[in-house]
């Protein structure tokens, strides 16, 4: 059971730069999230979507883009990345008709922006 | 604004007992959770509070306090692997989480 998949793990982007992080989840959860986690600071919240074919925005959403065209994908797009978008980056699920809702988060994608 | 506090870092030695407190300010409450995250990896969940009171899961224990507040984390007969940061977060009335910034637990043999 491979849970939720982040592809790449890691990666070192130029400036001005077009990057697509991919995600994908195969516990058919309804919620999908997508979080940057930077020293110091909580796990602050981009994008999110609660079912298929809806997305929204989270606290820090400027600069970054996300799509949910189906119920296990949910890649997060930086149009022209910038330095203070260097980060780890979670991509997480939920079944929001569960007991906890609780996350399920992947490994996580490394980006670096220089 | 909303808020989440829990310290920073906490020391402790192997076999004893360390309990890490979580104090939040928030929009409304849907429950309070606990992540353990060990270093470069991803966070993974531990327990979940609606209620006032204890939940028991083994040698961790969570207990709540809506009326203050507050929630702690309490981890027994500790073990090196239990050196993690502990993430304490809550849901507000938008069924948004509010995340602190952790606690990073240092284990001493």
């Known amino acids: 059971i491979a849970g939720i998949t982040q592809a790449p793990t890691s990666q070192i982007l130029a400036a001005g730069r077009r990057m697509t992080l991919r995600c994908t989840q195969d516990?058919?959860?309804?919620?999908m999230y997508w979080y940057r986690q930077d020293l110091g600071l909580g796990l602050r919240l981009i994008h999110y979507s609660n079912t298929a074919g809806t997305t929204g925005k989270g606290e820090v959403p400027d600069g970054y883009s996300v799509s949910r065209a189906n119920t296990d994908d949910f890649p997060l797009t930086l149009a022209s990345a910038v330095p203070s978008q260097t980060s780890v980056y979670f991509c997480?699920?939920?079944?929001?008709?569960?007991?906890?809702?609780?996350?399920?988060f992947g490994e996580g994608s490394r980006l670096t922006v220089l | 604004g909303q808020n989440i506090d829990q310290p920073t870092e906490m020391t402790a030695t192997e076999g004893a007992i360390v309990q890490i407190n979580c104090t939040y300010q928030?929009?409304?409450?849907?429950?309070l959770f606990w992540y353990q995250q060990h270093a470069g990896e991803a966070p993974t969940f531990l327990s979940y509070?609606?209620l006032d009171g204890l939940e028991e899961k083994g040698r961790f224990s969570s207990f709540l306090s809506r009326s203050k507040g507050y929630s702690y984390l309490l981890l027994k007969e500790l073990q090196m692997k239990d050196s993690a940061s502990y993430l304490c977060?809550?849901?507000?009335?938008?069924?948004?989480?509010?995340w602190g910034a952790g606690t990073k637990l240092i284990i001493k043999p």
């Open positions: 928030t929009s409304g409450f849907n429950g």
């Open positions: 977060a809550v849901m507000d009335s938008n069924y948004q989480l509010i």
């Open positions: 516990m058919r959860h309804n919620a």
């Open positions: 509070n609606v």
């Open positions: 997480a699920s939920s079944d929001t008709s569960g007991d906890t809702g609780e996350l399920f």
